[in-house]
């Protein structure tokens, strides 16, 4: 029964909102509509909730960091001090306050915007491990990489007219078959894992393996 | 008409995936158990583990970013599934996990998972509530968090299967930098490229979702995979006639499936 339950309700939950995704808007069926609108609000309900549980154990980690003076608590006090003023502006005066918008746009944009730019030095390092020709695959990868960056730079048309056609034709015929054969695989590798779910056979979400 | 035109050779399809499904389970629990090929990525997920057992630090396990009520959120949960494989791999060798989470409803499922893994493997005493952290749901302010982790940890192994944006390379790259096995794994194919180039191993696709079912050995959900395989044929048959027949100007099957 305590494995049971819970699979029903979830098979249940899926089926309803599945349904919803096909079913047309015919008054015989507006209770599926309606159920699926439903089930979505809780699922964004149950979500801030456990939003919050996830608050709880970010602030009891740091907060035990603090109290013990571990070598990084710094971190942690500028974490605490963020959060909670972030939390209390949002709460007393929304996200529409200037100071609220003042922190979002001048703190945690440019930062998360540097995180993102440094992506750009990343891929150099990961290319330079990759592009070791070490195998026919490794050649493959190689030979390919430069002659589309060769392709899509400026200096490979000056070059020779080969590398912008070439560019174009690689991203255009094998690249994109290689990916709908992926997006394909995948799409019926989700299928497989609801049935798994639908028949209780895969109950990992539930913290049960066998 | 209950079902949306436009939208019914689709539900057709699936009703009829569902019956292909259900079918090589019935094969299966009669007997007829199918072999999966090797799967490299995940046997070299105990060798990563091992490693890490071996040099005394930390395993660094992520499910990737998306929620559980997202439509990519079957990438998360396959995560989930290897998650309880390394949360027992961990627990059998007495090594240290980093779980690291930035969706919050994932956070809730993956601390049981780990938690319950660790009571299987008969050590509840070893589980500790900072193998699983929960780190904000920000996307390159969970990345910035794991790679700081990842560092200062000196995280041995490096497991990252689900779905993934831009800041898989950044995960990847700290991973690497750090002298860990890679273990990574993905269906989402803008970030595949990035995966495939910056770690050891590589799951790919599909690979990711029969992962569940090559860890157990389960021969209903090898049946599964095989379902899967039948369905992927019959998906390449029609392709290939609809390619003929509209090579011969015949619209047929492209009418059929846009019904």
């Given amino acids: ?103 979002f746009s001048n703190i945690l944009s440019p930062a998360s915007a540097t995180m993102y730019a440094s992506i750009a030095f990343y891929i150099v390092t990961a290319a330079y491990r990759s592009f070791h020709a070490r195998s026919f695959e490794s050649w493959v990868l190689l030979i390919t990489a430069v002659i589309v960056m060769l392709g899509k730079a400026p200096i490979g048309s000056v070059i020779s007219g080969f590398f912008p056609t070439a560019a174009d034709w690689i991203q255009a015929i094998p690249n994109t078959a290689g990916m709908r054969a992926i997006m394909m695989g995948a799409a019926l590798g989700v299928v497989s894992s609801a049935v798994k779910m639908f028949l209780g056979l895969d109950r990992t979400y539930l913290g049960l393996r066998d | 008409m209950l079902i949306e035109v436009g939208k019914q050779f689709s539900f057709a399809s699936l009703f009829l995936l569902f019956v292909l499904f259900i079918y090589c389970i019935r094969e299966a629990r009669r007997g007829k158990v199918p072999q999966i090929r090797k799967l490299a990525a995940l046997d070299a997920i105990e060798e990563a583990v091992g490693r890490a057992t071996e040099v005394g630090r930390p395993v660094h396990f992520s499910p990737g970013i998306i929620e ?106 700290a991973g690497a930098q750090t002298g860990g096995i890679q273990v990574t794994g993905s269906a989402t194919v803008a970030q595949l490229p990035f995966l495939v180039v910056a770690s050891d ?10 992962a569940s079912a090559y860890l157990s050995q389960n021969p209903v959900e090898l049946a599964v995979v095989r379902g899967q395989d039948l369905a992927k044929v019959a998906v390449i048959a029609l392709m290939c006639v609809g390619s003929v027949l509209l090579a011969f100007g015949s619209e047929a099957i492209l009418q059929l499936i846009t019904k």
Wanted: glycine share 6%; proline share 3%.
């Fill in chain 2, 201 to 210: 191993y590589c799951l790919i696709g599909e690979e990711i979702y029969a």
């Fill in chain 1, 1 to 103: 029964m305590k494995n049971s339950l819970p699979v029903a309700i979830m098979t249940v939950i899926a089926l309803i909102i599945i349904l919803d995704f096909f079913v047309a808007d015919a008054p015989s069926v507006q209770w599926i509509k309606q159920s699926g609108l439903v089930l979505r609000s809780w699922g964004i309900v149950i979500a801030a909730f456990a939003m919050g549980l996830g608050a709880v154990n970010l602030l009891r980690r740091h907060t035990v960091a603090i109290s013990r003076r571990e070598p990084e608590a710094l971190y942690s006090v500028v974490l605490v001090g963020s959060m909670v003023i972030i939390i209390i502006l949002g709460i007393a005066y929304g996200s529409d306050h200037p100071t609220y918008s003042f922190l």
């Fill in chain 2, 68 to 173: 559980l009520t997202h439509e990519r959120s079957a990438q998360t949960l396959a995560g989930l599934s290897v998650l309880s494989y390394v949360a027992k791999l961990c627990a059998r060798y007495d090594t240290d996990l980093v779980t690291t989470i930035m969706k919050p409803d994932v956070y809730v499922v993956a601390e049981e998972i780990v938690k319950q893994s660790f009571l299987e493997e008969g050590k509840p005493d070893r589980f500790s509530g900072e193998m699983v952290r929960f780190i904000g749901a920000e996307q390159f302010a969970y990345a910035a968090a794991a790679v700081g982790i990842m560092y200062r940890e000196q995280v041995a192994a490096n497991i990252m299967i689900g779905s993934w944006l831009a800041e898989a390379l950044l995960l990847t790259e």
